[in-house]
Nanobody, 125 residues
């Protein structure tokens, strides 16, 4: 059974940091990504990492503030979020792609076959 389980969300003041983790089980993924959904908005792409090689790509909104990384031994992917802003508030989702297609269009949700339940991040101003 394939599972993606996020953790690490919470409440933080603007300018602070949080670290999210996503534990994957039951499957090895070609790429893993983070998405988020702000209140009243559609879910949007945040960052992606290739499992082999560790190449990363970020949405412009988080570039320079967020860092995505993976731990091969633990089969986890993390998102270090720094200099948080109120507009970073939302539910953060981990997504996994086993076919490798997500790298060519990381914003396209349909290329990810597996999703976690999400973890809430609230940034207070």
């Amino acid at each position: 059974q394939v599972q993606l389980v996020e953790s690490g969300g919470g409440l933080v003041q603007a300018g602070g940091s949080l670290r999210l983790s996503c534990a994957a089980s039951g499957r090895t993924f070609s790429s893993m990504a983070w998405f988020r959904r702000a209140p009243g908005k559609e879910r949007e792409f945040v960052a992606i990492i290739r499992w082999t090689g560790g190449t990363t790509y970020y949405a412009d909104a988080v570039k320079g503030r967020f860092i995505i990384s993976r731990d091969n031994a633990e089969n986890t992917v993390s998102l270090q979020m720094n200099s948080l802003k109120s507009e970073d508030t939302g539910v953060y989702y981990c997504a996994g792609d086993i076919q490798g297609l997500s790298w060519f269009n990381p914003q396209r949700e349909r290329t990810y076959g597996y999703w976690g339940q999400g973890t809430q991040v609230t940034v207070s101003s």
